[in-house]
């Protein structure tokens, strides 16, 4: 080849090269998801086509974990690295099992409350010990839903205790003077 022949531009879509592919999320063969499994599976898939952090930590996790709700509604999600499988009920070689209202579950995974939080205030119950403790915790830091879907922003704790002080010495400086202004008007000098 000399130097006078073109070569063809290839469109390479370099975000395509930088990304890689969302994780399937599937149901067992031959099984329709209950109400649970399919708010999971949404949960998982947009979780995995917007977030690389989620697919890279997806395919990390190795493991089966149960998430049971009232009336023993319960559904069965296998973390695989390439694939995740969900299966109704609650399955068997359990790595993780937990039990929670539905309504807790929709405000985890609507970033209103913390998987970890809701553990140690024993509002998530573990059925049994994990049987893999590193990766549970990984399920449960993958629960946590990026600050980014947050439709109102979680404020630092900094930020918070400053917002809690200030308003603090609003609400003093205010009382202040009204006892100041009730001193001065029944028996000030």
């Known amino acids: 080849m000399n130097g006078d022949e073109h070569i063809p531009d290839i469109d390479i879509d370099e975000d395509s090269e930088a990304k890689s592919s969302p994780i399937p999320v599937c149901a067992v063969e031959g099984q329709s998801l209950n109400g649970l499994g399919m708010m999971i599976q949404q949960y998982l898939e947009q979780n995995f086509a917007e ?5 890279e930590a997806g395919r990390r996790i190795r493991g089966r974990v149960c998430v049971e709700v009232e009336k023993g509604i319960a559904t069965t999600v296998s973390f695989q690295g390439e694939e995740v499988l969900i299966e109704n009920g609650s399955g068997e070689n359990l790595d993780l099992h937990l039990e929670s ?12 409350a913390n998987p970890f939080a809701e553990v140690i205030k024993r509002n998530i119950k573990l059925r049994a010990i994990p049987r893999k403790p590193f990766q549970s915790l990984k399920i449960l830091s993958f629960l946590k839903i990026p600050p ?7 404020p630092s704790k900094t930020k918070a205790y400053l917002l809690y002080a200030a308003g603090s010495i ?20």
């Open 51 to 55: 977030f690389e952090h989620k697919v």
């Open 148 to 154: 980014e879907l947050l439709i109102e922003p979680v």
């Open 170 to 189: 609003v609400g003093l400086s205010g009382l202040s003077l009204l006892v100041y202004y009730l001193f001065q008007l029944f028996g000030g000098s």
């Open 101 to 112: 209202s539905y309504l807790l579950l929709a405000n985890i995974l609507s970033g209103k």
